[in-house]
Nanobody, 116 residues
Framework: QMQVVESGGGLVQPGGSLRLSCAAS????????IQWFRQVPGKEREPVVG????????HYKGFTGSRFTVSRDNAKNTVYLQMNRLTPEDTAVYYC?????????WGKGTRVTVSS
């Protein structure tokens, strides 16, 4: 069974940092495209950053730069989203998505709240 499970969400102060994890099972994350999305209530889910099988980081419109970066630990079959200099506008549910030979697999998401 192909699956991705997010973890690491929670409450963080503005200006702080947080690292989210996406644990993959049933497939090898490093062989596929892994993307992070986020969704605010009342808004459409939007892509944030991705990592392809060539280990190239993909920054999507509105998320260019180094504030959001993605990496992976192949031994743990886990992909990470590092978030820095967070603002209240970053409050959302963050999702991990895998594209495995054309099959899309979504995680259930982890909630991030940025507030003082």
């Amino acid at each position: 069974q192909m699956q991705v499970v997010e973890s690491g969400g929670g409450l963080v102060q503005p200006g702080g940092s947080l690292r989210l994890s996406c644990a993959a099972s049933g497939f090898t994350a490093s062989d596929n495209l892994i993307q992070w999305f986020r969704q605010v209530p009342g808004k459409e889910r939007e892509p944030v950053v991705g990592l392809d099988s060539m280990n190239s980081m993909l920054h999507y419109k509105g998320f260019t730069g180094s504030r959001f970066t993605v990496s992976r630990d192949n031994a743990k079959n886990t992909v990470y989203l590092q978030m820095n200099r967070l603002t209240p506008e970053d409050t959302a549910v963050y999702y991990c998505r895998a594209n495995i030979r054309g099959t899309i697999v979504w995680g259930k998401g982890t909630r991030v709240t940025v507030s003082s």
